[in-house]
């Protein structure tokens, strides 16, 4: 791609993120979630998955649908810094998206989460995912977290303890900033956090065709 | 006195309900009453009203919840009585319907059971649950019911050698049944081995309190049931041929549950069965199907021992014989018992009987018991300190 000069001064720089190396997790249904990093160029895919919960209003699915599309469109389009998209997928059909970003070396800000397929815990293990990611993979000694819903605030800042800092700038709006120290994440990882590497080279093929889902549990009699 | 059946039965679909508690009230009512070929309004016949909940004051903010829903259904002038037991609301509230026409008092009675419990956060929800233990000696020492649940089951396991894999095979198979039940809350089979087995299981089944996991804890649902309750010699009045309640039998137990000479009995439970067999003129070998108060998985099993359908010690080994399944010698929980199904607790009691009336009629779908005959419900208050057990039995 050709980046002209004003197009290249619109874009933030870019820091060298070390991948998420993907990994797979079996739920209670005795189904395989695959975990991987999404690239840019599975972004409209992965809109067309987001764009029909835009409208849900139960459960802070709108609030939450629209804001991850805008980021994963500033992911594409370059004007986001050091954003990252992980995808669960199950046989390759896309169940729920999450997204962050480095703040710089040390600390990370989660963005979003959306699970698709519901009663699985499939949020929380995303989520679970991020955290791994920000800690594990990029080295990071915090996190940065808020909640737009009632589930995110009982599964984020409860069930991780998370550190009330509400001094300090979020990028999104709902609670006050939390934070979860490199010692929380410690503690509360193996409790939160499963999954097996590698991940089988044909499972991965497959998960990586991000499938669209053909329901949506919010939207009863939702046909694509 | 009189001989009391059941005309009519209604049902919501458990899980989070979108209309207030009064509401859902009635819609449970209605199918009830619909189902007993019973009109609201003028003549309607409804002698007495009587509304099982035990949380509605203290979650919902509402009292006197049986007068507000006979003014919804328009069933003035009936009598109304709100009925508070615990968990065992429900059936405590048909017991009531039952002496009420019993006496010769009424003729009809309408029991509805519900409770809208998602309006608080989990952990409020068990925090509620709390208050019915004993205030100095239990609750103030932060003990809940999972509490509770995780020591009954750890000396169970001492004592009796029941497995975690023994409860989840319990829980899988409650869950298969809620899949033939539509108006059950979780629509979903979870694999035993995923959640016992698989290396991801402590953190996709996590304990809740150990031994006991996730997956051996019942859902907080929202959700109602109802029953017409109808004196059997006006039997002809009804669209269908009413199913008898043949027997009714409540105990209690010590509040303090460490105040028990032994603790893994279940004393309240084991009197109240033998008082409903006796009430009935049977015995626990007549019992075709049972839907027994599994809000934990360990429950079902000890509930099965005290109620004589095992003895004591070896309800877990019929579990793993496939006998409590639909299919088995004595299945249990075809509705997906309180593990699946869902557990609002003023709705439980009488949602165990809306099931046995079904199976009784014929009328269960893919989870029938084929010639089911005699039923058996068992409604535990506390935790074990009241318990309610019912009998019913088709009228040939």
């Known amino acids: 791609m050709i980046v002209d000069k004003l197009e290249q001064s619109l874009r933030p720089p870019e820091t060298n993120m070390p991948p998420y190396p993907p990994k797979y997790i079996t739920l209670a249904s005795g189904e395989k979630m695959v975990v991987h990093q999404a690239s840019r160029e599975d972004v409209p895919r992965l809109l067309e998955a987001v764009r029909p919960l835009v409208t849900v209003e139960k459960d802070f699915y709108d609030i939450v649908a629209a804001r991850l599309y805008a980021e994963l469109l500033a992911y594409q389009r370059y004007r986001v810094k050091d954003e990252y998209v992980l995808v669960g997928t199950i046989d390759g059909v896309i169940v729920g998206i999450v997204n962050g970003r480095m703040v710089d070396d040390k600390v990370g800000m989660s963005y979003h989460t959306v699970a698709i397929k519901r009663g699985l815990r499939i949020g929380a293990q995303l989520f679970a995912a991020k955290m791994e990611y920000h800690m594990d993979y990029l080295g990071q000694q915090e996190v940065l977290i808020v909640a737009e819903s009632p589930i995110g605030y009982r599964r984020w800042m409860i069930e991780y303890e998370l550190e009330s800092r509400p001094s300090t700038w979020h990028e999104l709006g709902g609670v006050p ?25 044909e499972m991965l093929e497959v998960a990586k065709k991000l499938i669209l889902p053909s329901e949506y549990p919010q939207i009863p009699g939702f046909k694509r | 006195m009189r001989k009391v059946g059941i005309a009519g039965v209604g049902h919501t679909k458990f899980g989070r309900s979108e209309v207030s508690l009064v509401d859902m009230l009635a819609l449970a009512a209605l199918e009830a009453l619909d189902d007993a070929g019973i009109r609201t309004g003028r003549r309607h016949g409804v002698d007495q009203v009587f509304v099982a909940s035990m949380g509605a004051g203290i979650l919902n903010r509402q009292s006197s919840v049986a007068s507000a829903l006979v003014d919804t259904l328009n069933l003035q002038p009936a009598m109304a009585e709100t009925v508070e037991n615990g968990p065992a609301s429900g059936a405590s509230a048909v017991k009531l319907g039952y002496m009420a026409i019993a006496s010769g008092m009424c003729d009809v009675a309408l029991v509805v059971g519900g409770e809208l419990m998602r309006v608080v956060t989990g952990w409020e929800a068990t925090d509620f649950v709390a208050t019915m233990l004993h205030p100095d000696a ?84 929202d959700g109602a049931a109802a029953v017409v309750l109808c004196a059997m010699d006006l039997a002809d009045r009804f669209r269908k041929k009413p199913v008898r309640i043949a027997g009714i039998g409540q105990a209690t137990d010590t509040h303090v549950v460490a105040e028990r000479e032994v603790p893994t009995d279940l004393l309240a439970v084991r009197l109240a069965a033998q008082r409903a067999y006796a009430m009935a003129g049977l015995k626990p070998e007549d019992i075709d199907v049972a839907e027994l108060h599994d809000a934990f998985t360990i429950l079902e099993i000890a509930i ?19 006998e409590t399944r639909v299919g088995g010698r004595i299945p249990i929980n075809t509705s997906g018992g309180l593990k699946a199904k869902g557990h609002p607790l003023g709705a439980t009691g009488v949602s165990q009987i809306v099931e046995l009336v079904r199976q009784l009629r014929g009328e269960a779908g893919g989870r029938q018991v084929e010639g089911a005959r005699h039923g058996l419900a068992v409604n535990f208050g506390g935790f074990g300190n009241n318990v309610v057990a019912t009998i019913l039995s088709k009228e040939e």
């Open chain 2, 304 to 322: 099965s021992e005290e109620a004589g359908l095992f003895p004591k010690g070896e309800g877990h080994l019929a579990v793993r014989r496939g």
């Open chain 1, 177 to 201: 900033t939390h934070v979860l120290t490199k010692a929380l994440w410690e503690k509360h990882k193996p409790m939160k956090c499963t999954g097996r590497r590698p991940v089988p080279p």
């Open chain 2, 138 to 221: 239990e609750y103030a020492y932060g003990l809940t019911l999972p509490a509770f649940a995780g020591m009954f089951t750890r000396l169970y396991m001492d004592k009796y050698g029941v497995t975690e894999k023994d409860l989840a095979m319990v829980a899988v198979k409650n869950h298969e049944h809620a899949m033939h039940n539509p108006v059950a809350h979780i629509q979903l089979v979870p694999s035993f081995h995923a959640i016992i087995e698989d290396e991801d299981a402590p953190v996709i089944n996590p304990y809740v309190a150990e031994p006991l996991r996730v997956y051996d804890v019942c859902p907080v649902s």
